[in-house]
């Protein structure tokens, strides 16, 4: 327990460390601190006995951090298929909940955000850019949808993650944006990730009870 509770302040001192290090402009403390917030998460999910796809979708996050941070088109798309492997992690996790469904109002509305964002966007994007981001935003939507059935923690983490990629791809298609555009990127993309984690924690230990009544019985 102390071990958990050691690597959840550290996640949340890392978080705030790097979101003021973005305000500050301070770029190095940026670099440093960005690559360190999803392998403490992933250890806290190890620690806490999470499901393994859990711990894989983190690491594929960190991934996804480290070649943002290069820059160009080539680091980008790479991290952008890193961040798509995250999805299918949590996507593999979100088919076992079984006893939630997904209202269909909600899934047809994001359907049609995700169609609406990409019409508008496509005129400026990058040609290069527009299918691999047109498909990686279905993805990313369809996890969104499916983290619905986690319940209501990892429904919000999915709708944050949609915000923080959402302004990602505006400025990729040079609509305007909030000042300090990385401070909000990282602000929603943290709270997602944690609200994801959270989430599938919570409905991982309501679980437990339940398969473990075919084995006492």
Same mark, same amino acid.
């Given at each position: ?76 798309? =790479? ?28 899934? =047809?509305?994001?359907?049609? =955000? ?20 047109? =498909?990686?935003?279905?993805?990313? !939507? ?45 602000? !929603? ?29």
């Amino acid at each position: 327990m102390s071990a958990t509770r050691a690597l959840s302040g550290l996640f949340a001192l890392l978080t705030a460390v790097h979101l003021g290090a973005l305000l500050a402009d301070a770029t190095t403390l940026v670099q440093l601190t960005k690559p360190a917030l999803m392998p403490v998460l992933a250890a806290y999910v190890l620690l806490r006995g999470g499901p393994r796809p859990l711990v894989a979708a983190l690491l594929c996050g960190c991934g996804g951090d480290v070649l943002l941070q290069l820059g160009g088109d080539t680091a980008f798309l =790479a991290g952008m298929g890193c961040f798509a492997a995250g999805h299918l992690c949590y996507l593999t996790l979100f088919a076992r909940s079984g006893r939630r469904r997904t209202v269909p109002w909600a899934a =047809a509305g994001y359907g049609g =955000a995700w169609l609406g964002s990409t019409a508008a966007l496509w005129p400026g994007l990058d040609p290069g850019l527009r299918v691999p981001v047109a =498909a990686y935003s279905l993805l990313l !939507t369809a996890m969104a949808v499916g983290a619905l059935r986690a319940g209501p923690w990892a429904g919000l983490g999915g709708a944050l993650f949609l915000l923080s990629d959402g302004l990602i791809a505006a400025g990729l298609a040079g609509w305007p944006r909030p000042p300090v555009p990385q401070f909000w990127i990282m602000a !929603t993309y943290v709270a997602a990730q944690y609200l994801l984690t959270a989430g599938l924690l919570r409905r991982a230990a309501r679980e437990a009870p339940l398969r473990a009544l075919p084995a006492a019985a």
